[in-house]
């Protein structure tokens, strides 16, 4: 089983749609969760950061985060073509150790 | 500017050859680590550094070494018995502990063995 798990798509929304990314996670005891936009042939840029259960907000993306239930998740609101680009989930485990699932590719059709 | 950074940004092996992928990072973090990413995959730990002078090995360490000699420096060497190197190698840096613990990355070298 892997540690971080995510949905390869790709996930095919209409630009202004509500994109729904998804990820679930084998550790119980991990306490740090984010989510990185990797735009084709460009390094990991970090968009959320989540450690408590519920929703955080910032701008159109809102992650939410369920530990009962080891989920995550990313809403990207609005989407824009710009938005387009693989979407990683990455959960901290203990010893500073990051694990990333395999990302879902976004696609935003004008 | 604060950052990381990775140097070459393109690089070329030949066989049996020993390369060296530089990353250096002024974030003042204590935590650097390198990552391989194959096409359409996700990252996969090569090593990590919680702190100079220490560092462990991550999930594909074979074929690979590292030292963490100062703390914004964390060179990485792909040896000639890392059979398939070719890949996209990523540095990142972290805090240690507490929030704020996010983990950036640098830009990214591309090793391409001819």
């Known amino acids: 089983q892997k540690e971080v798990e995510q949905n390869s798509g790709p996930l095919s929304v209409p630009e202004g749609a509500i994109a729904s990314l998804n990820c679930t996670y084998s550790d119980r005891v991990s306490q740090s969760f984010f989510w990185y936009r990797q735009y084709s042939g460009k390094s990991p840029e970090l968009i959320m950061s989540?450690?408590?259960?519920g929703d955080k907000e910032d701008g159109r993306f809102t992650a939410q985060l369920n530990k009962a239930s080891q989920y995550v998740s990313l809403l990207i609101r609005d989407s824009q073509p710009s938005d387009s680009a693989t979407y990683l989930c990455?959960?901290?485990?203990?010893?500073?150790?990051?694990?990333f699932g395999s990302g879902t590719k976004l696609n935003v059709k004008p | 500017d604060g950052g990381i950074t990775q140097s070459p940004k393109y690089l070329f092996r030949k066989e049996g050859q020993n390369v060296t992928l530089s990353c250096e990072q002024n974030?003042?973090?204590?935590?650097m680590y390198w990552y391989r990413q194959d096409p359409g995959q996700g990252l996969r730990l090569i090593y990590y550094s919680q702190i100079v002078n220490d560092f462990q090995k991550g999930d594909i360490a074979e074929g690979y070494s590292v030292s963490r000699e100062k703390k914004e420096s964390f060179p990485l060497t792909v040896t000639s018995a890392q059979k398939n190197p070719t890949a996209f190698y990523l540095c990142?840096?972290?805090?240690?502990?507490?929030?704020?613990?996010?983990?950036?990355f640098g830009p990214g070298t591309r090793l391409t063995v001819l």
């Open positions: 990455a959960v901290k485990h203990n010893f500073n150790k990051f694990y």
């Open positions: 989540i450690y408590s259960n």
């Open positions: 974030l003042n973090h204590d935590a």
């Open positions: 990142a840096s972290s805090s240690r502990t507490g929030g704020g613990d996010e983990q950036f």
